[in-house]
């Protein structure tokens, strides 16, 4: 599944020292001060604008500045906890001597890849001292010292972790990298010569061994990336920093943050289950109907906080024991999940499509509103099938509740109702941009919090805080690397010769749709959505373009089809998520998954046949 890079299988990791505490601490205090930061800029942007009809004219110039740097200690904090999104389904499996050797190397990839760029990023930030800001006069190299800081601080941290580990263990990873080296040095004019070829090696052999072996994925690109270009090129490493600089500085990708937190938001104060507790009271009681209230929640639940882990946890915990006590397998209830979460991606304000807005130009905010038909349509389909399984199911049935029961859990789930309405109607209307929106939501997530007396303690506030920029960092750091590695990948003329190729591909329009679907698929379950998008999105939006295909329905359907292949075992890192979020084993929902993947299937093929389903909200 995806996991953490902190995590040994059978072996207990070891106490972190206390230097590593008091760094860690810091780190997490002054990322969670961004993460405020940022929400009160944002929202005094659009207080300024639609309250007093005048805008502040240093909030995104200030915003931007804040945002990477929140980015990279967002990012040491995820190496701190160990929280860097990484392939462990196939690490987990190794023997509990050879898990502890992995995570060695992991840490000691991300080490080499962070020392080689340190210097480049030095060298950025004081080539910006002398570019001053145009609203707040500020020298550009308070921006730029972000990278470097946020380097260093990861590399310190590595090493840390490192100095922690068996020497023996040390050794063998310093040995498998030195080799890896040599073999490329020694192999630079062969690799050369292969032109187009060399990137099998690259970006085929090197960076998926180090993904199959647990590297963290960012880490894994910008490694690979880094070989690339030292090895068959002459242009110098400070282009990755420039490449990870634009990845992670677009403004738009400021959502990412603010949906997290507005996730964690909704999560503390009840909303979310509110929500299902009245789904639950109004459809529970018919034979299947816990099915239907399962889907119902992920459908207005992932148009709340956008990230899918959150929107799993949000729900499993809540339905999870009342369908257990009615006799619903464990193996049908992960089954369920899984399909429930796939079949929710295009709903707004999902973060692939803040991504695929960012790095392909497509307006986010047709995006969001072009997604709400092709996930009902796949609802439809899932809830169909639940449906008909349910007959076949030796399942109790539940006491109907009564009118005003029913009435009651309304009142209470109202707010969470209205939420996702707002969210929507404030993008769409033009009254906040879709960075800004979640802002809104927090807000009125906290006065729903203030009339209802829900308190979040200090505590749980400052673990939300810091989850919020240890996720976003992890997230953002991918996008960065993917940009950097996407740049080699176009640099190359890859992106030529797929046009080429995708341009002749047999059955015209519908053959390049048919071919988008199976390769998305086959990228969700090995990337993950963000990555997979970050790399591919630019190199495929121009050529559906190019055939014919509306980008609104191109951008419903390959999300679509990754959601597929994210949550398919047995390479689908979501459905491991699932499995660990409902706490059922893994090998109990691999045969009841199936019926529902295949209902997804045909639910996609009718979005991919009818383009309407996605376009008529977003014009």
């Known amino acids: ?22 760094l860690a601490r ?34 995104d110039e200030l915003a931007s500045i804040l945002f990477l740097w929140l980015a990279m200690l967002g990012a040491v904090v995820a190496m701190q906890r160990g929280e860097h999104m990484r392939l462990t389904a196939i690490a987990t499996r190794l023997p509990p001597a050879w898990q502890r050797r992995a995570e060695v190397f992991s840490f000691a990839v991300a080490a ?94 090197l960076l998926g061994a180090a993904v199959l072996l647990g ?27 420039s490449r990870l600089d634009e990845g992670m500085s677009t403004l738009i990708l400021l959502a990412v943050p603010m949906f997290v937190l507005l996730g964690q938001v909704i999560e503390a104060v009840g909303m979310a289950e509110a929500m299902v507790a009245f789904l639950a009271a109004l459809v529970g009681h018919v034979r299947g109907g816990l099915a239907w209230v399962l889907l119902g929640a992920m459908y207005l639940v992932s148009g709340i906080s956008g990230a899918k882990a959150a ?29 429930a979460a796939a079949m929710s991606e295009t709903i707004a304000p999902s973060l692939v499509l803040i991504t695929i807005g ?23 389909a899932l809830g169909a099938l639940a449906r008909w399984r349910a007959g076949d199911e030796e399942v109790a049935a539940a006491p109907r509740a009564s009118w005003g029961a029913t009435g009651r859990a309304f009142v209470v789930a109202l707010p969470g109702l209205v939420l996702p309405v707002l969210i929507r109607a404030a993008t769409v209307g033009g009254i906040a941009t879709a960075t800004e929106v979640s802002t809104l939501g927090i807000a009125y997530a906290a006065c729903v919090a203030v009339v209802a007396r829900r308190r979040v303690g200090w505590r749980r506030l400052t673990n939300m805080l810091v989850e919020t920029a240890s996720l976003s960092g992890a997230i953002l750091f991918i996008i960065g690397a993917a940009t950097a590695m996407g740049w080699v990948l176009t640099q190359s003329g890859l992106s030529q ?24 698929v086959v990228l969700g379950s090995l990337l993950e959505g963000i990555p997979a998008i970050v790399l591919f999105g630019p190199l495929l939006f121009p050529i559906a373009r190019q055939m014919g295909v509306d980008e609104v329905h191109y951008a419903m359907v390959v999300v679509l089809a990754m959601g597929i292949g994210l949550f398919s075992p047995p390479f689908g890192v979501g459905y491991y998520a699932a499995c660990a979020i409902g706490r059922v084993a893994p090998d109990a929902g691999m045969r009841r998954i199936w019926p529902y993947m295949a209902a997804l299937a045909i639910g996609l093929g009718v979005v991919a046949a009818v383009p309407a389903i996605s376009t008529v909200f977003a014009r």
Not at 7 to 16: A, F, I, K, M
Not at 498 to 520: D, E, I, K, Q, T
């Open 1 to 22: 599944g995806l996991g953490r890079a902190g995590s040994r299988g059978g072996e207990p990791v070891l106490t972190p020292t206390r230097a590593e505490r008091w």
């Open 358 to 380: 960012s790095v392909t130009g497509v307006s986010i905010s047709a995006l969001f509103a072009g997604g709400l038909l092709p996930a009902l349509v796949l609802a439809l």
């Open 497 to 520: 010769a797929l046009a080429g190729a995708m341009a002749h591909v047999p059955g015209g329009r519908a053959g390049f749709l048919a071919l988008s679907v199976v390769a998305f």
């Open 311 to 339: 929107d799993m946890a949000a729900v499993a915990p809540v339905l999870f024991p009342q369908m257990r006590r009615r006799g619903v397998p464990e193996g049908e209830l992960v089954a369920l999940l899984s399909a």
């Open 215 to 241: 590297v963290p994925i960012g880490f894994a690109f910008g490694a690979a990336t880094l070989a690339s270009l030292a090895t068959t090129t002459t242009v110098p490493l400070s282009v990755v920093v």
């Open 26 to 59: 810091a780190v997490e205090a002054l990322a969670a001060l961004l993460v405020v930061a940022e929400a009160a800029i944002l929202f005094a942007g659009v207080v300024a604008r639609f309250g007093f009809h005048g805008g502040l004219v240093w909030s």
């Open 112 to 205: 080499l890849f962070l020392a080689l760029i340190l210097w480049p990023a030095l060298g950025a930030a004081q080539d910006d001292m002398d570019i001053e800001t145009p609203a707040l006069a500020w020298s550009g190299a308070i921006r730029t010292a972000a990278i470097p800081a946020g380097c260093a601080l990861m590399l310190l941290s590595a090493l840390l972790r490192l100095a922690r580990a068996r020497l023996t263990d040390a050794a063998l990873a310093a040995l498998v990298l030195a080799a890896v080296a040599g073999a490329l040095y020694l192999g630079a004019g062969w690799l050369t010569a292969l032109a187009l070829g060399n990137l099998v090696v690259f970006f085929g052999l």
